[in-house]
């Protein structure tokens, strides 16, 4: 039973701002702070993941790969600074999730942020790779004892490395988006159409991890350019209605 405080007992005591705690605990804040989240993490993947790599890659050409990193080394390295603040954000993006959704399915909420977080330190080391490649080419005495053929394979060595890194954080991304797809689509909170498309959106990150891994030449198909597309269209609406719209109030019973 609760027992009312008193002021004529307890003279100096302070009445709790109500009114701040409702706004600091607000599910539509906590929306917006996730959707902000989101929204880091997609423009920074999209610059590290996408763009940096068609600025400077040229694909089966190692010298003319070379050359454009050494021309755009600047933008190499943005590539690999907007690599570390899209795994910050991608590693706050589930906790504020979870916070959001958890009254709504802990287990669910739980396993999405497990699945999500896993990632994260492979995403970092990950990087390691792209770092390895500045060094190679950054001019030092003990590299002069490589010709510029063997420097441009050991180039082309790490840039293989970094894309196998993104293979196996693919899986990670894809099945993260399973038990958080299922907690859009059950709390009502959003849209559910966004759910499925986040549901169907795991399904086709882990055929395409499988299909790359097991099947030749799968990434020069004209379903691979496909296959990621659900998941796509479903974390780019929830990060902008999150942003935008928040969430649903929940109703009263």
């Not at 940096?52 to 990193?69: C, F, L, M, W």
């Not at 500045?134 to 840039?159: I, K, T, W």
């Not at 958080?180 to 959003?190: A, K, N, P």
Request: glycine share 8%; charged share 10%.
């Amino acid at each position: 039973m609760a027992v009312p405080l008193r002021h004529d007992i307890l003279p100096d005591a302070k009445p709790m701002n109500m009114d701040s705690a409702v706004v600091l605990h607000h599910p539509r804040t906590t929306a917006r702070i996730a959707g902000l989240l989101y929204l880091i993490v997609v423009l920074a993947g999209i610059f590290s993941i996408a763009y940096v790599p068609s600025q400077t890659q040229v694909a089966g050409d190692a010298a003319a790969t070379v050359a454009k990193i050494t021309a755009n080394e600047g933008l190499f390295r943005l590539g690999i600074a907007a690599g570390l603040i899209c795994y910050l954000a991608f590693l706050l993006l589930p906790l504020a999730l979870y916070r959001l959704l958890a009254p709504h399915g802990r287990t669910a909420a739980t396993l999405m942020v497990a699945l999500a977080v896993a990632s994260v330190p492979l995403s970092f080391f990950n990087l390691l790779h792209k770092l390895d490649v500045l060094s190679l080419l950054d001019g030092a005495d003990y590299l002069r004892a490589f010709s510029p053929e063997a420097l441009n394979a050991q180039v082309m060595l790490a840039l293989r490395g970094y894309a196998n890194g993104i293979l196996v954080s693919k899986l990670f991304w894809g099945l993260w988006l399973l038990p958080f797809g299922w907690l859009v689509f059950t709390s009502r909170l959003l849209p559910r159409v966004l759910g499925i498309l986040l549901m169907l959106g795991c399904l086709g990150y882990v055929i395409d991890v499988f299909a790359r891994l097991l099947v030749p030449g799968f990434a020069e198909t004209t379903v691979a350019g496909y296959i990621t597309l659900p998941a796509t269209l479903g974390e780019i609406g929830t990060c902008l209605w999150l942003l935008v719209m928040g969430v649903r109030a929940p109703a009263r019973r």
